[in-house]
Structures are given as structure tokens and as C-alpha cells.
């Protein structure tokens, strides 16, 4: 019987890892001089990972309609107001960097040893990975002179399409160098590699998965369907497939200062046990609490009664903050960098809206990323106590088959006139502070779900388009920065946003 009213996850002890000096790493690799790319290695995917979950994170979940400002406290003026300025969320473009400095040093090094092929195949395919949400985010940014350090401190801007292009090459590149090394001849990469530990097929699928995503963002576009159509045509025939599980990193997060997961840290608990600063802060927007179907809003609000607010009320009414469930699991939880979901609702839309044959159609793919969403959120500690059941078969058939079955529309596929809309706001719910940043995206891209915009925006009824360049640009290399004209957050969008 469902007795939770409001869900408290128990946190467990971590068990000893050999991973704990995760969060000590080189902030200047292309300075150093005596780093392996084993030894930077894991402190890349730990800094992509805090991408992920707490910097990107951040502020997607502000500007996508996750969550908004409680009545306990004042500030988030940006976020509320949309005023934007060259000061707003400057870590999305400087900490990003950073991480991809960390990928270049593990591709350089590699290159000039020997028998490290598989490093540099690696840090190729993370670099594609980081350097999409920057071009998602800016639009034309440094990329063919970027990230050589001293050597050249003031990069040109390349043009957004034409980095996407090269970033496809880099994946498929980086799939041949792991084909085309001798096995017996070469360094194996071991638990250093905190996502797939040393994986190569893996590795290898979150290429392809990668590649989807960086093609369907341009399908909007008329003029770019003779480009990605034939490439999408190829990567269904790939033998290499795509992830077949979500692609998560956990470094051996601690309960100590500084090496918890930095979402849990940030906003739920602090290592002495007590509530994070911002936790009372951030409360779930009431079109969230609206839009998300009753089971899994257990599990994203943990709250069996969840209340929201509206981002921009002045004067907010009393709400229910978010819970420990799914999205609060632990201290240790890992974090998701790619979910098999998003994957399922991508081929979806490859096969509906450009009739691609991935080999199922495309409410089948649909209905599997449903699914794959329920099963994530549903198998928590929290979740598990909750419903009594915690294996796919029974998930499927009391909660998912049911509701894909509802007759209602976004969530039966038969119920659902407009298929692109259905297949947004499902990814929309899926991604709900778990890779809240790619939502936004994805959002820009559809249109879909009606997203309401903040009581405050400076232009009512209006969502911005993307951040404006950061005060580092400004400050350091303005000549290339002012050759990309005057940008405005509303206005001046990413080159695949047509709506």
C-alpha cells in the first residue's frame, strides 16, 4: 500500500574506492609536464560530470520550466527577469572550457606517446560531447584555434554549423582509431575511466549516440536535410549500434566537503547532514507539477502532494520542496551524462519526422523511451519502498503499459495528433533535473511543451534564445569577440533554432 506522503531516501555508507582523489586534478594540464592521460583522464569525466549536473544544469532548469524561486528567499533576478548580461552564467562557457582543456591535454599527451590510442579516441569523443552544449548555448565560439593555451590566448570564432560538422568527423575518427588498434599492442584503459571502465564498445555507442543527437538538433533546418539525411541513413546501418543503458560517471563520491555528487551537495544535503543553503531556495514550478504524470512525480518531486510555484511571482505561496526520491538519491548517487531515453525519443523522431529506418518504428522506439524514463525513476531505494516492485516487468505492466494506454494525448501515441509534440514533452519529462540543460535544447528546437515564460521577463510572454559571451571574451579577446556582432538573449539565435 502507498503510505509515503513525503519521501526521505536513508544515505548509506560509501564504500572505500580507489577513485577518491577524484576532485584533485590539474586545472592547467597544458602546462604540465609530467601528467599521464590516465591520470587526468578520470578527473576529466568527473569535471564533465559536474557539467552535467550542476553548472549546465543550473541553468536549464531555470530557463526550462523545472523549477523556480521559493517565497524564503530574494535574488535569481536573472533567471526570473531574463535581463541578461555578459556577467550570466559565464561558468557555461569558462568551466566548460576548462573541461575540454582537460580532454585536449589527454589527446595530446596520448598523441605523443606511444601505444595510447585508445586515450586519444576517448578524449575525441568527450570533446564532441562538451563542445556541442557550448555551440547549443552561444552559437559561434572558438573552436580551429582554441584550446592551445599560451599559444595562442586570443582564438578566432568558428562559424556553429561548420564546428558540427568537424565535431562528427571527430567522432568518426576516434571510432576508427579504437577499430584500427592492435588490441595486444597498445595501453588498456582501466578503472581510471569512471564512465564505461575501459569499455571500447561502449565507448564506441556513446559515439554513434552522440552523432544522433548533433544531426537531429539540425533537422529543424530545410537547408541542412541533404546533409544529415544521408549520415543518418549510414549510422542506422552501423553495426556498432548505440547505448543500450544510460552512460553515468561516478568517480566514488564521498560524504565528505567537496567529493559529494555537486547536484546533492548543492541542493539537497551538505556532508554534516544538514539542508543544502539552496535546497529551501528552489521550489518545482506548478507546470511541472502539472505536466509530470502522478508516478513519476513522485519520484522527481518526492512529494506524493507536491506543490509548485510560478517562476516570477513576487510573492509566492508556500510550496512542498523537492524530496529524496529519484532525483535526490544520495550523496553517492552517479550522474547521468547521456540517458538511454533521450536516445530512444531521438530515434523516434529520426523515424517519424524524416523517415529514417532505424528498424522499428517510431511509436515503438517512443513508447521504449517512456518506458526507459519509468524504469529509471522507479528504481531508486525511495521508489522501490514506495510502489513494493523494482524489477522491468512488473514497472512495465502496473505503471508504463497503463499509461501509454491512458487515451490521453502526449503520453498514449495513438491518442497524440501532433507525434513531434508527443515525443518533446515525453523527453521534456524524462530529462527533468537529470540533464535539465538538454532539455532547454530541446525545447528551443520543438517548441514543445508550451513552457510559460516568467511572470518578470523583460519582454512578457518571451523565453530568451541563448547567453550572451561571457566578461572573459570581453575582457581578452574582444577584436574576434565584436566580429560576431551585436547579440541580443532573444533575438540572436542558434543557427538550428527555427522557431
Not at 554549423?161 to 588490441?183: F, G, S, V
Not at 539537497?268 to 506548478?286: L, N
Not at 509530470?292 to 506524493?304: K, M, Q
Request: with cysteine; proline share 4%; net charge negative.
Amino acid at each position: 500500500m502507498k503510505k509515503l506522503i513525503y519521501i526521505i531516501l536513508g544515505v548509506g555508507m560509501l564504500a572505500t574506492s580507489c577513485k577518491k582523489d577524484f576532485l584533485e586534478i590539474n586545472n592547467t594540464p597544458n602546462d604540465a609536464t609530467d601528467a599521464t592521460p590516465q591520470a587526468v583522464l578520470t578527473g576529466a569525466l568527473s569535471g564533465t560530470a559536474t557539467l552535467v549536473c550542476n553548472t549546465w544544469q543550473t541553468y536549464g532548469a531555470w530557463t526550462v520550466g523545472y523549477w523556480a524561486k521559493s517565497n524564503v528567499v530574494s535574488g535569481y533576478n536573472t533567471y526570473r527577469t531574463y535581463n541578461y548580461t555578459s556577467a550570466t552564467e559565464q561558468g557555461v562557457w569558462n568551466q566548460s572550457y576548462n573541461n575540454l582543456m582537460d580532454y585536449e591535454f589527454i589527446e595530446k599527451k596520448a598523441a605523443a606517446l606511444t601505444r595510447h590510442e585508445y586515450f586519444i579516441a576517448m578524449a575525441k569523443i568527450m570533446k564532441a560531447y562538451v563542445y556541442q552544449q557550448v555551440i547549443d548555448q552561444y552559437g559561434n565560439i572558438p573552436y580551429s584555434e582554441a584550446l592551445k593555451g599560451k599559444a595562442n590566448l586570443t582564438p578566432a570564432y568558428d562559424n556553429g554549423i561548420t564546428i558540427y560538422e568537424d565535431l562528427i568527423k571527430q567522432l568518426d575518427a576516434a571510432k576508427k582509431i579504437i577499430d584500427d588498434t592492435d588490441p595486444d599492442n597498445t595501453i588498456h584503459v582501466g578503472n581510471e575511466d569512471i564512465l564505461f571502465d575501459g569499455d571500447l564498445d561502449r565507448w564506441k555507442q556513446l559515439a554513434n549516440t552522440v552523432k544522433l543527437r548533433l544531426l537531429i538538433r539540425q533537422s529543424r533546418v530545410a537547408a541542412r536535410l541533404a546533409y544529415i539525411t544521408p549520415l543518418l541513413t549510414a549510422l542506422a546501418a552501423d553495426p556498432d549500434g548505440f547505448l543500450d543503458e544510460d552512460a553515468v560517471v561516478n568517480p566514488g563520491y564521498l560524504r565528505t566537503e567537496g567529493k559529494q555528487n555537486p547536484f546533492w551537495n548543492r541542493y539537497y544535503m551538505d556532508a554534516a547532514g544538514s539542508a543544502a543553503t539552496e535546497h529551501d531556495y528552489v521550489m518545482p514550478t506548478s507546470y511541472g507539477v502539472a505536466k509530470v504524470d502522478h508516478e513519476r512525480g513522485v519520484a522527481i518531486f518526492g512529494s506524493t502532494a507536491a506543490s509548485g510555484v510560478d517562476l516570477g511571482d513576487l510573492n509566492p505561496p508556500d510550496a512542498t520542496p523537492f524530496g529524496a526520491a529519484s532525483i535526490f538519491r544520495s550523496y553517492n548517487q552517479p550522474v547521468v551524462i547521456f540517458q538511454v531515453s533521450e536516445l530512444k525519443f531521438l530515434l523516434a523522431e529520426s523515424v517519424q519526422e524524416l523517415g529514417i529506418n532505424f528498424g522499428k518504428t517510431a511509436k515503438a522506439f517512443y513508447e521504449e523511451g517512456v518506458a526507459e524514463s519509468f524504469y529509471y525513476l522507479m528504481t531508486s531505494p525511495a521508489m522501490i519502498a514506495y510502489n513494493g516492485f523494482d524489477d522491468r516487468a512488473t514497472i512495465y505492466d502496473e505503471l508504463v503499459e497503463p499509461y501509454l494506454t491512458s487515451e490521453e494525448v502526449d503520453a498514449d501515441w495513438e491518442f497524440s495528433p501532433n507525434k513531434l509534440k508527443a515525443i518533446a514533452t515525453q523527453k521534456w519529462i524524462s530529462m527533468y533535473l537529470i540533464n535539465s540543460l538538454e532539455a532547454w535544447n530541446e525545447y528551443r528546437r520543438t517548441g514543445y511543451p508550451n513552457i510559460p515564460s516568467s511572470l518578470e521577463s523583460i519582454k512578457p510572454g518571451q523565453l530568451p534564445s541563448r547567453l550572451l559571451y561571457p566578461q572573459t571574451e570581453e575582457s581578452y579577446n574582444a577584436a574576434n569577440l565584436v566580429k560576431q556582432g551585436k547579440i541580443d538573449q532573444f533575438t540572436s539565435k542558434i543557427f538550428w533554432d527555427v522557431n
